[in-house]
């Protein structure tokens, strides 16, 4: 896995770089990312570069968030529900998640179920995470 360069046209998906499933997570993400529309960050590089400036402090460290090109922040959930969007087969996926009757409240339960080894996990951070970035591959 390799750093991805730094491009106002990309996405930036930021995540934990200290937890063990979220870094899986994105280089499953990085490895689906065929066209390179993403560059991805740590958690604790982006909020130190104001990525993150526009969600609010008690949240920034809880969930990955995706921050698109013209600089509108979507976590959690709502953020994947949109990444799902960018990813190759996305156009065709994306509309199916939102078509269905529950469609974004099943992604959202299976989003939520997931995200639970982020809090239990030896990864547990705070609000205040102090990253050292060990495992931070792809900061921008």
Known sequence: MQAKSSSSSKYVLAYD???GPCTRFAHVVDSL???????FISLTLADQKGLLDMIAPSLRYRSF???SPNGQAKSGSEALLELIAILPGGKIISPIINYLPGGKLILKFIYNR????HDTGSCRINNNSSSNNNNDKYHT
């Open 33 to 39: 990312d065929k066209s390179e529309k993403l560059d």
């Open 65 to 67: 968030h995706l921050i």
């Open 114 to 117: 997931l995200s639970k080894l």
């Open 17 to 19: 770089a200290d937890c």
